[in-house]
């Protein structure tokens, strides 16, 4: 069976990188001109996957949102200051993948119009954050990567494949 999901648990508070983290999520840190994040998802479409569960909390939530679901008054802005082409890598992934955000700590979330129980089994571990993508994978098999590591190899091919 072809694996094409992944699950990235983010739910760390990420207290190794404080005050940064006040402030943004740690898989959302940039490295050279992507963030984290971006080289995961990166890695995962060269590897086929097309379907990723990032497991959060709250209180990443909000950054995680507007990483995903930019505002159209941000893009508008970026537009009309003839900066979209930063932004042709990041809207070619996007394109490529379903991304799905899910606050580990709610008891329940939507995926493609349906309603899946989370466990509620809050924050204990990467673990956990795994279990809470098991209704959401459906018995398929899936890849997991953890946010905040950063692997890649030089020559662009997948870590994952």
Known sequence: MKVRKAIIPAAGLGTRFLPATLALA?????????????????????AGIDDILIVGNALKEESFRQFLNPSEEY???IESDGKMPLLADYFDMM?????????????????HGEVYDNEGLGQRGSSIAIL??????????FVVL???????YKDGTSMTQ
């Open 146 to 152: 953890n946010g905040d590591d950063l692997c890649f």
């Open 95 to 111: 394109n490529k993948v379903q991304i799905t955000y899910v606050n580990q700590d709610a008891e329940k979330f939507l995926y």
């Open 132 to 141: 809470a993508g098991r209704g959401w994978a459906n018995g398929e098999p």
């Open 26 to 46: 740690k898989e959302l840190f940039p490295i050279g001109n992507k963030s984290i994040i971006m080289y995961h998802i990166d890695d995962l479409i060269k």
């Open 75 to 77: 893009l508008n802005k």
